[in-house]
Each structure stands twice: as structure tokens, then as C-alpha cells.
């Protein structure tokens, strides 16, 4: 535990408990940040890279549902950073069948993930407390903490970890409700920097509050995509799935929060954060490509083979990465058939291999597309 701080970050307060809370200081920081040119230039790189993003995604039809897939994406990789086990195949089969899936017990975590993924989409303008709020609604044993700031003192680390010897104590609930409502304010303010550095304090500060007991690191990085997508709500952040990013080396990642913590190098923080929203840009950006040339050889194949039913299967083609996984009422819906006729069209795709039934089943088949589960990396 550190004990002692910069007062550029925060400062430390002894609880009535006894616990050495951290308290932030309010955005923005003061002395005011001075990057340096190569800070300055990671900044740059990360925005041109989004802003490439942004430019591959225009025009494009199916867009909407890759953005959907993604939002699923982060929600799960959210899941595993927050020490969950959740996999995406588990979350569209759930989201395919209802209640009704075998998924092992994981209902809550599953509608908690369905939830996550819904907000990073459409969180918009909601506050905090309202996000909270929405992402645990109707999740069983735990709906009643939704948008309740915590009342107690937690800390953060290893299993085994007390209040006194914890690397991290959050602010104290006395001031909580303040420090929300500044971080609200900042939120709402009219950006003095570029998004890319709005952004990385933002979410540093969600993280650093930790205002409630479950799920404050799922609303930081709502937040984190939110604040990227702006004003003209851009849906390239949502494909860069940050806790994604994260996820593949969540302890340095909460270590550069807590360096931050300790000596208030902010720039340090945004120059790093950049990095990140770089490198997550070029992986999406490489997405777009794959899911791209995946749909171009499909229609390709189904021009020549099923001329009459072009229309109707690049429509399903097109829907295809926002729900992966389909069967035959889905096909019925996406295209606009009776069952019989998205019956006929799911089975002369799968002739054209173009789509794949899964179960091994006569009744209650899946189907997915192998050429689109490489190119989105995933399994079923």
C-alpha cells in the first residue's frame, strides 16, 4: 500500500475506520498537463489510426452488425478482466435460445453481459448512476444494488488482502456522491483537449472512484467508448473492445492506474492509454478487412451458384457477424420467409458451405459460417 501521494493525483484521508482512503483530486489536473512531443505524438498516432477506423466503416451496410458482435466482444473480455470465465459462444446461445439455454448456471453472468453490451451501444448520455443502474437491471440477487454508490470502504488486491495492507483503498463514501458529481460535470464539459486525452482521464477517474460495490470497472469503460464516440456518437470505438485489450495484461494495466495514483504523471498515463487505443484500432481496423473479404467471397459464391436468391442471402450474409450463431426462426426473421422457405435458403448454403450446422441434431439446429468464425477469431 502506498502511503504517501502526489497532490497533482489526490491525496490521502484516514477513514473513522481506520482505512487510509485515496482521494482523487478533481478533473482536470492542475498544474495543467504539458505533454511532450513524443507524448504528443502517440496521441496523434492513436487518433489518425481511429480516424482510419472510422473512414473504413463508412458506407458500409453491415457495419451495424459487426458493431453489435464487437459490443458482445468487450462485454465478455469485461467478464474476464472482473475475474470471470464467460465465453462469447456461451452469450449467443443464450441470447439465441432465452432462459431456456444450458449454459451451466451462468444466467445472471450471461443477462449482466447481454446488458454490458446493450450500453456500450447505447449508453448515449445516461449518467453514471444510470448505467449502473441499467447493467445489473433484472440480473437476479443483484438488481438491487443497481445505481447504488457503495456506503462502505472496499479495497482493491490480492485474495487474502486486508484494509490496512491493500496496494488500493477508493475514495471514502462520505465524499463519493461529490466526486461523481464531478467527474458528471467534467463529462458534460465542452472537451479543452482532444478526445483521446478527455477520454483517458475520464476513464482513470471512473476507475479511480470506484463508487459501487459490483461492477465499476464495466462502467468505466462504457464510459471510456462513450467519450470516444462524442458528440456525433461515431460507433468505430465500440470495436475496439478495450477491455479486450486490457484483458491480455490486466495487471500492467492496473499498475499504470496506480502509478498514476502515487505520482500524479498524467501525461505518462495518456501516453500509455494512447498506445493502447492505437494498437486496438489497427486490430480493428484488421477485423474490418477480414469480416470484408468474407462477405465479398460469399455473395461472390452465391451469384454464381444461387443467382435467384441473391438478394435474399446477402441479406442474411450481411446480418451475419451481429449474431454468428442462427437457425432456422432466426434466418425466418432476419430475411422476412415463412419457416419452410428459410429452411430451403439455410440448406443450400450449407451445400455451398457457407454455412455449417453445429449440433449434430435433426431438430433444433445450429448453423454458423466457418469462413466468418475465422475471420472474427472465435469458436462455437
Not at 15 to 33: M, N, Q, V, W
Not at 333 to 355: H, S
Amino acid at each position: 500500500m502506498f502511503t504517501t501521494v502526489v497532490p497533482r493525483g489526490g491525496r490521502l484521508v484516514t477513514h473513522r475506520s481506520g482505512a487510509r482512503c485515496y482521494e482523487p483530486s478533481p478533473l482536470p489536473p492542475s498544474p495543467d498537463l504539458s505533454l511532450s512531443p513524443a507524448q504528443w505524438r502517440r496521441v496523434t498516432d492513436a487518433e489518425r489510426a481511429l480516424g482510419r477506423l472510422e473512414g473504413k466503416l463508412q458506407g458500409t451496410r453491415w457495419a451495424p452488425a459487426l458493431v453489435q458482435l464487437t459490443a458482445l466482444q468487450e462485454a465478455v473480455a469485461a467478464a474476464r478482466l472482473d475475474g470471470g470465465h464467460l465465453e462469447l459462444r456461451q452469450l449467443l446461445w443464450w441470447q439465441l435460445d432465452g432462459e431456456r439455454a444450458e449454459v451451466g448456471g451462468h444466467t445472471g453472468a450471461l443477462r449482466l453481459a447481454a446488458q454490458h453490451a446493450t450500453l456500450v451501444v447505447e449508453a448515449g448520455s445516461l449518467d453514471i448512476e444510470s448505467i449502473h443502474a441499467r447493467l445489473f437491471q433484472h440480473v437476479q440477487g443483484r438488481e438491487g444494488r443497481g445505481g447504488q454508490l457503495r456506503s462502505s470502504v472496499i479495497w482493491l488486491g490480492t485474495p487474502g488482502s486486508t484494509v490496512r495492507d491493500a496496494p488500493y483503498v477508493p475514495p471514502s463514501p462520505t465524499g463519493l456522491r461529490e466526486h461523481v458529481a464531478s467527474l458528471s460535470r467534467y463529462l458534460s464539459e465542452s472537451a479543452q483537449w482532444p478526445r483521446l486525452v478527455h477520454s483517458a482521464l475520464a476513464y482513470y477517474q471512473a476507475e479511480t472512484l470506484h463508487p459501487f460495490l459490483d461492477g465499476s470497472g464495466r462502467v468505466a469503460r462504457i464510459l471510456l467508448v462513450r467519450c470516444l464516440a462524442g458528440a456525433e456518437n461515431s460507433t468505430a470505438p465500440i470495436l475496439l473492445r478495450p477491455s479486450l485489450v486490457w484483458a491480455r495484461n490486466s495487471r500492467e494495466h492496473f499498475e499504470l492506474l496506480q502509478r498514476l495514483r502515487e505520482q500524479g504523471g498524467f501525461e505518462g498515463w495518456i501516453a500509455e492509454f494512447s498506445g493502447s487505443i492505437h494498437r486496438a484500432s489497427e486490430h480493428a481496423s484488421s477485423l474490418v478487412s477480414k469480416v470484408e473479404s468474407w462477405l465479398q467471397e460469399s455473395t461472390d459464391r452465391v451469384l454464381r451458384d444461387l443467382p435467384g436468391q441473391r438478394p435474399v442471402a446477402t441479406k442474411l450474409l450481411e446480418a451475419l457477424p451481429g449474431t454468428p450463431l442462427i437457425d432456422v426462426p432466426k434466418v425466418a426473421e432476419i430475411c422476412d420467409r415463412n419457416f419452410a422457405n428459410a429452411n430451403i435458403l439455410t440448406q443450400r448454403l450449407v451445400k455451398l458451405g457457407l454455412l455449417e450446422e453445429i449440433t449434430g441434431r435433426r431438430r433444433n439446429r445450429r448453423f454458423v459460417s466457418p469462413g466468418l468464425l475465422k475471420a472474427i477469431d472465435e469458436q462455437m
